[in-house]
């Protein structure tokens, strides 16, 4: 079993940075890809960024690409999303994920979910 708790959400201005960490629970963080999915009012969830359990490789949403950054930290059993040139249509729920596997993508290719974290950027 793995536990995940996000934080490091909140309001910030168009054009603003937020760091959003997801610390885990359990052995086996570092065999996990991690992931960072994100879900809007009134909109589906949508992948937003996943890095392998190394550190080494990572994967973008074109939505975020050049403007956020996935890492993690094995020793911390931490992952972190850092968001620059926020958009207001970056507002959304924030969720850290252990995903199934190095390719996945999709909402239903998670093993874990975290509670999630609320990020709003104003216009």
């Known amino acids: 079993q793995v536990q995940l708790v996000e934080s490091g959400g909140g309001l910030v201005q168009a054009g603003g940075s937020l760091r959003l960490s997801c610390v885990t629970s359990?052995?086996?963080?570092?065999?996990?890809?991690m992931g960072w999915f994100r879900q809007a009012p009134g909109k589906e969830r949508e992948f937003a960024a996943r890095?392998?359990?190394?550190?080494?490789?990572?994967y973008y949403a074109d939505s975020v690409k050049g403007r956020f950054t996935i890492s993690r930290d094995n020793a911390k059993n931490t992952v972190y999303l850092q968001m620059d040139s926020l958009k207001p249509e970056d507002t959304a729920v924030y969720y850290c994920?252990?995903?199934?596997?190095?390719?996945?993508?999709?909402?239903?290719?998670?093993?874990?979910w975290g509670q999630g974290t609320q990020v709003t950027v104003s216009s």
């Open positions: 359990g052995r086996t963080f570092r065999t996990y890809t």
């Open positions: 890095i392998s359990g190394s550190g080494i490789t990572t």
């Open positions: 994920a252990a995903l199934q596997t190095p390719y996945s993508i999709h909402p239903r290719e998670v093993d874990y």
